[in-house]
C-alpha cells in the first residue's frame, strides 16, 4: 500500500514562471516512482495543489521534495505550502 501527498497553496503573488517550475519540479519526482499532478481550486483559481501518489516511504519522500522544492525555487513568491498525507483506511505505514 502507498500514501499520497497533497500540497496547497495561494499562487496569486506566483511569478509568471511558477507554473513551469513546478511542472519541470513534478517531472524530477516522477522518477522517484511516484505520480505527480497539479491541480486548482475550482470556486478559488489562485490555490494550486501538487498532488503526489504511489509514495512508499514519507519520510524519503519529504526529503526529496523538499530538495526539489528549493532546487527548481518554487516556494518563492507563493503562499505558504500546506501538505496533507493520506494513506488507504486501514494502512499501517513502516515510515
Known amino acids: 500500500m502507498s500514501m499520497s501527498l497533497y500540497v496547497y497553496f495561494n499562487a496569486s503573488r506566483a511569478p509568471d514562471d511558477l507554473l513551469l517550475r513546478l511542472q519541470a519540479m513534478q517531472l524530477e519526482l516522477t522518477g522517484y516512482g511516484v505520480r505527480a499532478s497539479l491541480l486548482q481550486r475550482r470556486d478559488q483559481p489562485d490555490t494550486w495543489m501538487e498532488v503526489y501518489e504511489g509514495i512508499n516511504n514519507a519520510a524519503d519522500f519529504s526529503a526529496r521534495l523538499a530538495h526539489a522544492v528549493a532546487r527548481h525555487d518554487v516556494a518563492s ?19
Open 77 to 95: 513568491g507563493c503562499g505558504e505550502r500546506h501538505e496533507e498525507w493520506f494513506q488507504p483506511l486501514g494502512y499501517t505505514p513502516q515510515s
